[in-house]
């Protein structure tokens, strides 16, 4: 292909806000493995996301799941 | 029986069993430090468990906190059959549960008391000798939860006595009393509740039945599921008489709940979740108001597995989700606007080395478009993309270990669009860089974007109008309002552009005399409406006013876009929406959002947007003809799938091998020739290069070679048939059905395109289906022809035998032109006319006799006679039309062009006796024996 690229349009897209701690994502029948926390700070603050998921992956690991706070629109 | 789970090997967990976690506890304290218990399976089983206690400090670090807890407090927290948080208002957290080393099993409350860094067991007794109500059985489940009337919490508890079949349900209120090393738990004895039944026949609860409310809610309630997976609201539990409601409201509901979460938004309102019993629906049901009553049941379906909800939800009802591909959803409706708003949290992913702790590994999505210098997309473009510390780089399927800035090739595809998933270490994203060389030099930009799933996706409206910020604006007011960039060198110059919008953006500048109209100068400004601090005003060159512009339109304008999908992918545009709010236009089409961002942006683009309006009208009429078209050849589609049900069968069966010729030509308007002709190859996979031969073949064949780039509607009917020939042709079918195909073209150009059907079908050697109401095509390109009446053939033969001896009177009035002539033997009064008559078969109800069987003879010879009408003369032959009684004609088919006719001659006709066809009542043809 000889054409010149003249712009490269990229948009980053962090799987939805959320830093994704990883093994596979969840075990099967996670009931009493999937629990949601939140931290009083943010929540006071009224910043953003508080909400925090802890669970367990495919293999029985923990997995955490946080807002990702570096992520913004521009 | 105590399980083998001794305090020395606390926080170990058993080799001999599963390292899975079987179950979890946490919350955050104030100091926002995050406490977990993580439960795994002991060798006796997955209940009772031992438990690791893990923090996570405010730099993100876990560290594994067993260690340092005393022996008692690992005594009650390992071993346990169930154990929870209940994180109070003040957002201090309690765990607490049954563990198997606290006497033959006990109840126990245990806190983190920061100050110390340690857990401090606050309460701990035997189910045996429980002061509140001795005797618990092991099965006894328990919940904290709120407390009222001075008590600062609850402990609810059910179990079953020995001996009765009903589950009793028991509340206590407590105080705590909290201190440094030394918080004190206590009953509150002037509150206890009798034992009760709160509602007969409920069944059986597990603690997982118990759903309590968040510990801010400030009301003694708590939900209960009872046996039926009904769910009950439970309130006024510290008093004499609670209530206790069914979870019901609206006309439509869940069937019951196996599995439901409860929480408590900014205004005191709470939201129960409910994955419904069967359907897996996700439903959520909503007080009215704070502490009021419940409103109706909303189904949200989706197929999930578990829930979960945060106890406050600042923003809204919120929760997360695992849905039967075990993807983890986090699902959130605003406030304001009530939008829902699904985000995909995580899907599967390969797995990462075994290890204790959290794996840190982020995940990333990349869209790229590649464009050339008119904006166009490039298809096949290679763009090289590299990260600023290790990650793995997944594209087209195929991952690479990348190093540190090590380039990566990604090839676009046929829309210049590729996709990139990065998974890369660190809770960081990697610093992305592009470029169009291997060498990473060439023109490199990037931008990040958020972007979520949304139901109805809401327009995000500056916190403060700037209409209402422009008002009166001067230099100060802008700056004090945040609406200049403090950077900017001249700020004045701001407000001399905002005046030179004119009074649509400043509608009071001028009488308010702010600004100076006079210095209106500045030719590219902006305001960015998506910087967190809010708009903020810059001035820009004149190339990024045009890079800005291109973004907000689109590089090739939004209404050429709109024309390409229309004309290319109008089957595939889903949505399409507009919206102005404030001063931000946002355009949804197909979920992709476009927004102007600037309300010299907004102004640019609404005047190229009318340009282009008015030089694309042309266009817009050519876009119309093509949908035209298109419709044209979808009620061709119906009508012969409708009709037809072998060709029904036959476009369902691309694998039968069959090709299709259409009445209309069912061209595709927006495909070239080639493209049309080379549509039925490429879909099935062909290489281009024998799609290419194919084409050419057929175009030569059919003569459409020299318009191969031409649409359709550049071309008359008799090439379109040509190229819709053409298309089946390439395929190589083993079989044609074409659907009155010369139907639409004239006549002089259906005889030659018969001719060429005929020589095709014959060079090819390919069985064709020809459905026609031409008979001269049937006769002339058939060898064998079903002549259809009613849905049924009343006659298959060969073309002339079919026209010499056909079966019916329909088949023989059907076949011939002019028709058969139908007469009753009575008709027949000619002087010849006995004699025929007797050699007619019994049972003779009509006679039929072709135009070209009868003949001029002397009267003595006739068998009818009758007055010329009118007469045909076409040059090889001369039709005569006979007047008959009954105000019917008779044809008569004569070669040349006779002499001595007049208007009204009489004329005596005859035909021999083996060209006359008999016919009974029924209409079917009578053989001689």
Redesign the interface.
């Given at each position: 292909?000889a054409?010149?690229?003249?712009?490269?349009?990229?948009?980053?897209?962090?799987?939805?806000?959320?830093?994704?701690?990883?093994?596979?994502?969840?075990?099967?029948?996670?009931?009493?493995?999937?629990?949601?926390?939140?931290?009083?700070?943010v929540?006071q603050s009224?910043s953003g996301?508080?909400?925090?998921?802890?669970?367990?992956?495919?293999?029985?690991?923990?997995?955490?799941?946080?807002p990702?706070t570096?992520?913004?629109?521009? | 029986m105590v399980p083998d789970c001794t305090p020395p090997d606390y926080g170990q967990r058993d080799s001999a069993t599963s390292s899975t976690i079987i179950r979890l506890a946490g919350y955050y304290d104030q100091g926002g430090i995050l406490n977990l218990l993580a439960y795994f399976p002991t060798s006796q089983g997955d209940e009772p468990s031992c438990a690791t206690w893990m923090q996570r400090a405010t730099d993100g670090t876990w560290s594994n906190a067993t260690a340092i807890l005393s022996n008692n407090v690992k005594n009650a927290l390992a071993c346990t059959y169930q154990t929870d948080v209940y994180v109070d208002g003040n957002g201090r957290g309690y765990f607490y549960g049954v563990s198997a080393l606290i006497g033959d099993g006990g109840f126990f409350i245990a806190t983190y008391d920061a100050g110390a860094d340690k857990i401090d067991l606050i309460y701990s007794y035997d189910l045996d000798d429980f002061p509140p109500s001795p005797g618990l059985s092991e099965q006894a489940a328990f919940r904290m939860a709120a407390g009222s009337g001075g008590n600062d919490v609850t402990i609810l508890w059910v179990d079953m006595p020995q001996g009765s079949s009903n589950t009793e349900i028991y509340f206590q209120g407590a105080t705590i009393t909290l201190g440094h090393l030394n918080t004190t738990f206590a009953w509150s004895n002037g509150k206890t509740l009798d034992p009760q039944v709160l509602k007969p026949g409920l069944g059986v609860f597990g603690v997982s039945d118990l759903i309590a409310l968040p510990g801010n809610y400030g009301a003694d309630a708590i939900i209960l599921r009872d046996a039926a997976e009904v769910l009950y609201f439970v309130s006024g539990y510290n008093t004499a008489s609670p209530a206790i409601t069914p979870l019901t409201g609206g006309a439509e509901q869940p069937a019951g709940a196996v599995a439901a979460t409860v929480g408590q938004d900014s205004n005191g309102v709470l939201t129960v979740f409910a994955i419904e019993t069967g359907t897996t629906n996700l439903w959520y049901l909503q007080q009215q108001q704070a502490g009021g009553s419940f409103g109706t049941w909303v189904n949200l379906a989706g197929t999930l597995t578990t829930i979960a909800s945060p106890a406050t939800m600042a923003f809204g009802p919120e929760l997360f989700a695992v849905d039967l591909s075990c993807d983890i959803y986090h699902q959130a409706r605003t406030l304001a606007d009530q939008v829902w708003v699904t985000r995909k949290v995580a899907e599967p992913a390969p797995s990462s080395p075994d290890n204790d702790q959290p794996q840190n590994i982020a995940g990333y999505n990349m869209e790229i478009t590649a464009l050339d210098d008119t904006g166009a997309p490039i298809p096949q473009a290679i763009v090289y993309v590299a990260a600023d510390h290790p990650a793995t780089i997944v594209v087209n399927c195929l991952s690479y270990h990348a190093d540190t800035n090590t380039l990566v090739p990604v090839e676009t595809d046929p829309n210049g669009q590729a996709t990139v998933t990065y998974q890369a270490v660190d809770l960081k994203p990697p610093l992305f860089t592009m470029s169009s060389n291997a060498d990473g030099s060439g023109v490199t930009r990037w931008c990040q974007s958020d972007v979520v799933q949304t139901d109805n996706p809401p327009p995000t409206p500056p916190a403060t109008s700037v209409s209402a910020q422009l008002t009166g604006a001067t230099t100060e007011t802008l700056t004090s309002n945040g609406l200049i960039d403090p950077s900017y060198s001249d700020p004045s110059q701001a407000v001399q552009a905002i005046n030179a919008a004119g009074p649509w953006m400043n509608p009071n500048a001028a009488a308010a005399g702010a600004v100076d109209t006079s210095r209106t100068t500045v030719p590219h400004w902006s305001l960015d409406f998506t910087a967190p601090e809010g708009p903020r005003f810059r001035i820009l060159s004149d190339a990024e006013a045009e890079v800005m512009r291109e973004n907000a339109l689109g590089s090739s304008g939004l209404l050429g876009d709109a024309c390409h999908f229309f004309k290319n992918a109008w089957h595939e545009l889903q949505s399409f929406s507009a919206s102005l709010v404030g001063d931000v236009l946002t355009v949804m089409l197909n979920g992709e959002k476009w927004t102007i961002q600037t309300l010299k942006q907004a102004g640019d683009a609404l005047e190229t947007v009318f340009t282009r309006i008015m030089q694309g009208l042309k266009d817009l009429h050519q876009l119309l003809k093509d949908v035209l078209d298109w419709l044209k050849m979808l009620f061709e589609w119906s009508d012969i799938l409708n009709t037809h049900n072998v060709l029904r069968e036959a476009t369902n069966s691309m694998d039968r091998d069959i090709a299709m010729v259409f009445q209309n030509y069912a061209l595709y308007p927006h495909m070239s020739v080639f493209e049309n002709m080379a549509y039925g190859l490429r879909i099935s996979g062909r290489p281009k290069a024998d799609i290419a031969e194919r084409v050419r073949a057929a175009a030569r064949m059919l003569q459409p070679e020299d318009y191969l780039d031409r649409r359709p509607r550049q071309l008359s009917g008799g090439q379109r048939q040509r190229v819709a020939m053409g298309r089946a042709i390439v395929r190589k079918p083993a079989v044609f059905l074409s659907d009155e195909p010369l139907s639409n073209l004239d006549a002089k150009l259906r005889v030659q395109m018969r001719l060429e059907i005929k020589g095709l079908q014959h060079a090819l050697g390919v069985t064709a289906l020809y459905v026609t109401h031409d008979q001269v095509e049937a006769m002339t390109l058939a060898d064998r022809m079903a002549v259809m009446n009613d849905g049924r053939a009343e006659q298959v033969g060969a073309p002339l035998e079919v026209y010499a001896r056909p079966a019916t009177m329909f088949v023989a009035g059907f076949i011939g032109s002019p028709p058969m002539n139908f007469l009753a033997p009575s008709d027949l009064t000619g002087a010849a006319a006995p004699a025929l008559l007797a050699a007619l078969p019994p049972g003779t109800a009509a006679i039929g006799i072709r135009p070209e069987h009868l003949e001029p003879v002397p009267a003595d010879r006739a068998v009818l006679s009758g007055n010329a009408r009118y007469t045909e003369a076409l040059g090889a032959e001369t039709l005569i039309h006979l007047a008959r009684p009954e105000g019917e004609t008779l044809t008569v088919r004569i070669a040349g062009i006779p002499e001595g006719i007049a208007p009204d001659a009489r004329l005596h006709l005859a035909a021999a006796p083996a060209t006359i066809r008999a016919f009974d009542r029924e209409g079917r043809a009578i053989v001689a024996a």
């Open positions: 292909m054409t010149a690229i003249a712009e490269i349009d990229i948009g980053v897209n962090l799987i939805d806000n959320y830093l994704y701690l990883m093994d596979s994502p969840v075990a099967q029948d996670p009931d009493g493995r999937f629990l949601v926390v939140q931290n009083p700070a929540l009224g996301q508080a909400s925090e998921l802890l669970t367990v992956d495919g293999d029985g690991q923990l997995v955490h799941y946080i990702d570096q992520s913004n629109s521009g | -």
